[in-house]
T-cell receptor, first 115, second 114 residues
Framework: DTGVSQNPRHKITKRGQNVTFRCDPI?????LYWYRQTLGQGPEFLTY????????KSRLLSDRFSAERPKGSFSTLEIQRTEQGDSAMYLC?????????????FGNGTRLTVT | AQTVTQSQPEMSVQEAETVTLSCTYD???????LFWYKQPPSRQMILVIR??????QNATENRFSVNFQKAAKSFSLKISDSQLGDAAMYFC???????????FGAGTRLTVKP
């Protein structure tokens, strides 16, 4: 079990640029989640996948955000035309499909700074 | 909509003492799960303890235990014999049974004084 891996760890970009983050979940986990965490706050749910299917998207996920998990393994989160308000830690987590009692396994996150 | 409230932004405890972190939640569901996660500085979030709503017995994991009051929708975390390594942000979280889109509170920053 190598854990959930996220790349890059840090990303600094200029406003208006596009950025893409990658998440590699624990290999046997079917579910993959994206959360956003701003300083001093708890993680906010963005979206989740079961295998390659995107099952839910938060209202926080504007049309500038898109997430994919094409083969049911790794996932990417893209933010187009970044804004300063997008600056946050983007957390990926995975879990097996065992219902609501399955704890999430988090990655170390990707910290995005939009200048 | 489900909400999770942590009313203590910061707490401190003396090493070896006991501290209780508060959490309340709002839901209309009867089947759900509650969690406490720990996020040390610059490190990944890890699970501390979890509780199934249908269980009346409070969950315990070594020095960590919860006081689950379903009617009051309260889920506090007690840390006994606090250690320096317990210093972290603690997040209370909620998920509905069979639908694991977890919702988190704003967190409580715990400081442990030597």
């Amino acid at each position: 079990d190598t854990g959930v891996s996220q790349n890059p760890r840090h990303k600094i970009t200029k406003r208006g640029q596009n950025v893409t983050f990658r998440c590699d979940p624990i290999s046997e986990h079917n579910r993959l989640y994206w959360y956003r965490q701003t300083l001093g706050q708890g993680p906010e749910f963005l979206t989740y996948f079961q295998n390659e299917a995107q099952l839910e998207k938060s209202r926080l996920l504007s049309d500038r955000f898109s997430a994919e998990r094409p083969k049911g393994s790794f996932s990417t989160l893209e933010i187009q035309r970044t804004e300063q308000g997008d600056s946050a830690m983007y957390l990926c987590a995975s879990s097996p499909v065992r219902g609501g009692n399955s704890p999430l396994h988090f990655g170390n996150g990707t910290r995005l700074t939009v200048t | 909509a489900q909400t999770v409230t942590q009313s203590q932004p910061e707490m401190s405890v003396q090493e070896a003492e006991t501290v209780t972190l508060s959490c309340t939640y709002d839901t209309s569901e009867s089947d759900y799960y509650l969690f406490w996660y720990k996020q040390p500085p610059s490190r990944q979030m890890i699970l501390v303890i979890r509780q199934e709503a249908y269980k009346q017995q409070n969950a315990t994991e070594n020095r960590f235990s919860v006081n689950f009051q379903k009617a009051a929708k309260s889920f506090s975390l007690k840390i006994s014999d606090s250690q320096l390594g317990d210093a972290a942000m603690y997040f209370c979280a909620y998920s509905v049974g069979g639908n694991n889109d977890m919702r988190f509170g704003a967190g409580t920053r715990l400081t442990v004084k030597p």
